[in-house]
């Protein structure tokens, strides 16, 4: 290995480490500290979604942080479901409030380009967040968050690693070049036999906890690819600098997003 691929490699290791130990925490402690972690990351998260694609579209970002905000804050006990689909509908209305007053005091609007920016940043960004916040709240909630998070990161640096060093056959040129087959199939067995060495040393049962590494193996490859697609069409390599090594907080945690929702869907609701 030269040089620099070690330095670059020994600076993501310890940015991530940070990473861990602050998700770490946050699980461990529960309560209003997951939802304070998590929110901030999101926020940070959904403020350079927005960066990206300001040069492009009109957004209503205000609006965004303040709907986002609502959004991540009715996954606390007590609050019902259909709030959130009605602080989205009632977010698309604001900024078609907006736009109205725009078009009305200077002859131009963005309504269609506008809404859609920022309520996309809140879909794919806020409300995978708020699933994560929601998940700790049920049955053996903070094991399924430390091992999705572990599996997630698990499939990320066995992907990175084996693609790095074995990688020969490209999986997406056109969205991520760097990303290959064997990096995709090493990702998805790194995650798999981290949920086998959780189950063994929790000693729990395999089903359905087997399914997250599932989840994390494949899925969470996706929203990779998903990131990598929006940042291939806004011209951008990173969508910030907050993380050494990893790029911005949406680059370190696109993975988990989709993984967020797919394991609320099928703790949080289909086996509750």
Same mark, same amino acid.
């Given at each position: 290995?030269?040089?620099?691929?070690?330095?670059?490699?020994?600076?993501?290791?310890?940015?991530?480490?940070?990473?861990?130990?602050?998700?770490?925490?946050?699980?461990?402690?529960?309560?209003?500290?997951? =939802?304070?972690?998590?929110?901030?990351?999101?926020? +940070? *998260? %959904?403020?350079? !979604?927005?960066? #990206?694609?300001?040069?492009?579209? $009109?957004?209503?970002?205000?609006?965004?942080?303040?709907?986002?905000?609502?959004?991540?804050?009715?996954?606390?006990?007590? =609050?019902?479901?259909?709030?959130?689909?009605?602080? +989205? *509908? %009632?977010?698309? !209305?604001?900024? #078609?409030?907006?736009?109205?007053? $725009?078009?009305?005091?200077?002859?131009?609007?963005?309504?269609?380009?506008?809404?859609?920016?920022?309520?996309?940043?809140?879909?794919?960004?806020?409300?995978?967040?708020?699933? +994560?916040?929601?998940?700790?709240?049920?049955?053996?909630?903070?094991?399924?968050?430390?091992?999705?998070?572990?599996?997630?990161?698990?499939?990320?640096?066995?992907?990175?690693?084996?693609?790095?060093?074995?990688?020969?056959?490209?999986?997406?040129?056109?969205?991520?070049?760097?990303?290959?087959?064997?990096?995709?199939?090493?990702?998805?067995?790194?995650?798999?036999?981290?949920?086998?060495?959780?189950?063994?040393?929790?000693?729990?049962?395999?089903?359905?906890?087997?399914?997250?590494?599932?989840?994390?193996?494949?899925?969470?490859?996706?929203?990779?690819?998903?990131?990598?697609?929006?940042?291939?069409?806004?011209?951008?390599?990173?969508?910030?600098?907050?993380?050494?090594?990893?790029?911005?907080?949406?680059?370190?945690?696109?993975?988990?997003?989709?993984?967020?929702?797919?394991?609320?869907?099928?703790?949080?609701?289909?086996?509750?």
């Amino acid at each position: 290995m030269d040089a620099v691929r070690k330095r670059n490699l020994i600076l993501r290791a310890s940015s991530g480490l940070m990473v861990v130990v602050g998700i770490s925490i946050g699980i461990y402690k529960g309560g209003w500290l997951w =939802v304070l972690v998590a929110t901030a990351l999101a926020l +940070l *998260s %959904l403020s350079e !979604y927005y960066r #990206l694609l300001t040069p492009q579209f $009109r957004l209503s970002r205000g609006i965004g942080y303040l709907s986002a905000l609502a959004v991540l804050l009715s996954s606390t006990n007590g =609050v019902r479901p259909v709030v959130v689909p009605l602080i +989205l *509908s %009632l977010t698309v !209305y604001a900024i #078609l409030m907006l736009e109205i007053v $725009r078009r009305q005091m200077w002859g131009t609007s963005f309504a269609v380009w506008n809404t859609g920016g920022t309520l996309s940043g809140i879909l794919f960004i806020v409300v995978p967040w708020t699933c +994560l916040i929601s998940l700790i709240n049920i049955p053996t909630g903070r094991l399924l968050l430390a091992s999705l998070f572990t599996c997630t990161w698990s499939c990320d640096v066995t992907a990175y690693l084996v693609g790095t060093w074995w990688g020969r056959t490209s999986l997406c040129e056109n969205i991520s070049p760097k990303k290959t087959w064997e990096g995709f199939i090493g990702g998805a067995l790194g995650s798999v036999l981290t949920i086998a060495l959780i189950i063994y040393i929790q000693k729990r049962p395999p089903f359905p906890l087997f399914l997250i590494g599932l989840i994390c193996g494949f899925a969470g490859q996706f929203g990779d690819l998903a990131e990598s697609l929006i940042k291939r069409e806004t011209g951008v390599k990173d969508s910030g600098k907050l993380i050494p090594g990893h790029g911005g907080v949406l680059d370190r945690f696109d993975s988990v997003l989709i993984n967020g929702l797919l394991t609320y869907l099928l703790f949080g609701m289909l086996l509750v």
